[in-house]
C-alpha cells in the first residue's frame, strides 16, 4: 500500500508493502501527473488516490503516533498554511489551520532562501522580530527594512522569527511545542520560537496515514 | 412591545410579494399569511448574481447574509420589505435597513421583534439530516402556523451552535443525530431574541460553536466555547473554504462522533 502526502512545494511517499523502505521526498513540480497512491493526504492530494484523509486528522494521528504524552501541542507548518492540533489527558482538546491569513509562510521563506541565496544554517536568531501575519505581506518589511540600511541576512531574520512567533501564538502559545514540517530542518525558524521545540521532521502526516491504514486494513482469516 | 397591526394590515393590503429580513414579529408573518402573500427570506441566497453587486451598498467586509439580503432585495420584485432591527437580529442588518430604504423605491419596514411565546424546538432535537432540519427551520419563518407534525426527539452525539449558515454546506458534514442550538434554536422557538435559550448548550456533546465572519456573535460564540468542555470555534464567511470543512471533519473524527 502506497501512501502519500501531497504538499504544495513537496510531496512525500511511504510504501507499506516493503517495511524496510524511508520515506521518499519529490519536488511537487516534478511529480509524474499518473502519480496514483492508495491513500493521501495534504491539499493536493485528493487527486492522485482512492482514499483521502483531510490532513487535520493525518496530523493528529501522526502526533498520537510519534508522541509519547498525553498533553501536547503539535503544530504543523507546510509551504502555504499552519495547524495544529493540541491534546489534552490523550483527548482533542483544541485545533486550527489557518490557510487564508497567515498563509504563504513557508512559501515565503524558501523563496526568500533562493532570491537572495541564503543559506539558513548559518543565520543568527536576531533580538529584534517583524510583526508578520501573512508571508506575502510580510516581504514588504523586509524591502523597507533593506532600503532604510538593515543588512539583507537581518532582515531575512527578522522575518523568519516573525513567522515563529506568529506561528507560535496561533497554536496558544504553548510552553512546549512539537514541530511538523520542513521547516524542522530551519534552525533560525526553530530557534525563533520563544518556547521549548521538538522538531519531529517532515513526515509527521505520512506517519498519521500510516496509523489510519493499519487501522483500516481488513484483518487476515487464518 | 407589540408590533402596530392596522398600518401593518393597511401596508400589506397593497402587496403581493415581501421581502424578510431576519424574523419580523409573528403578526407580520400572520398577517401576510392570511393575506397569502409570497414571502421570500432575503437572509438566503435566493438570485444567481453576484455578491459583488451588495457592494456599491455595503463593505465588503460585512456579513454575507447581510449581503445577500440586498442582493436579493436589488433583484426580486418585491412590494415591501420587513426588517427585524430588535435585540433578536443586529445593527448590521438596521444600517442595512437604513440603506435599502433609500435604495429602493418600496417601503422599507424596520419592525422590532419581541415576540415571547415558545413554539418549542421539536427539529432541533429531531434524528434527521441536519441539512434537512436547517432547511426546514429556515422555511419555518415564513409561517406563522404552529408544529403539528412533532418527529420524535433523539439522544443527541454532537452539537450544532449558531445561525443558519450562508454556506448550508457544511451541515453535511455532521450526523443526524446532532442537535442544534444557538439562535437557530431561538429561529424554530419563534423567539429570535431570547438570549437566554441562544445561549444554552449540552456540554455532554462534542459542538461546534459557529458564527458568520464579521457578526458580533462571534464573540458569544468563541466566548461559549471556551466554556463548552468539547468544542471547536468556527467562523465562515461566504462559502465554507476546504479548512473549515476540514476542522469539521477532523473535530467530529477525533472526539469520536460517528457518521
Ligand atoms: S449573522 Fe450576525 S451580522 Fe449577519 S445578519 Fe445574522 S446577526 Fe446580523
Known sequence: MILGDFGTSYCKFLDLANPEAEPTIIATNELPRETRVDLATGHNGKRFATRYVNELIALAKGGETMIEKKDYVLLDCGSRDIKFIKYQNGKLADMGWNAECGASMGFTIELLKRYYELDYTGLQV?????????????????????????PVTEAVARFVKGIAINAYRFAGSPARLYLSGGLCDNPLFVGSFPCQVTP??????????????RQTRPQAVC | MAFEPAPLAATLNRCQKIGIIGIPPLAVIRTANEHSLVIHDLDEPLVHEDLETASPFLPRVYCAILRTAVVNALHLELDAIYVDTGPGKCDCALHTATILAEALPIPVICAKNMDASAYGNPLCQAKLSLLTRMIAITAGVKSAALYHDQPPPSAPTAGFWGVPPRDFSILELFPETTHIYGWARCMENKTPADHELEAQFNPEVPT????????????????????????????????????????????????????
Do not use: W
Open chain 1, 126 to 150: 536576531p533580538g529584534q522580530t517583524f510583526y508578520v501575519t501573512c508571508g506575502v505581506l510580510g516581504m514588504s518589511d523586509i524591502f523597507d527594512a533593506v532600503i532604510s540600511g538593515v
Open chain 1, 200 to 213: 519531529l521532521g517532515r513526515f509527521v502526516l505520512l506517519r498519521g496515514l500510516e496509523a489510519e491504514a
Open chain 2, 208 to 259: 461546534v460553536f459557529f458564527a458568520q465572519s464579521f457578526c458580533a456573535k462571534t464573540a458569544l460564540a468563541r466566548y461559549l466555547a471556551r466554556k463548552h468542555p468539547h468544542a471547536l470555534y468556527l467562523d465562515v464567511d461566504v462559502h465554507t473554504t476546504n479548512s473549515a470543512r476540514a476542522k469539521v471533519q477532523a473535530f467530529l473524527e477525533l472526539s469520536g462522533v460517528k457518521p
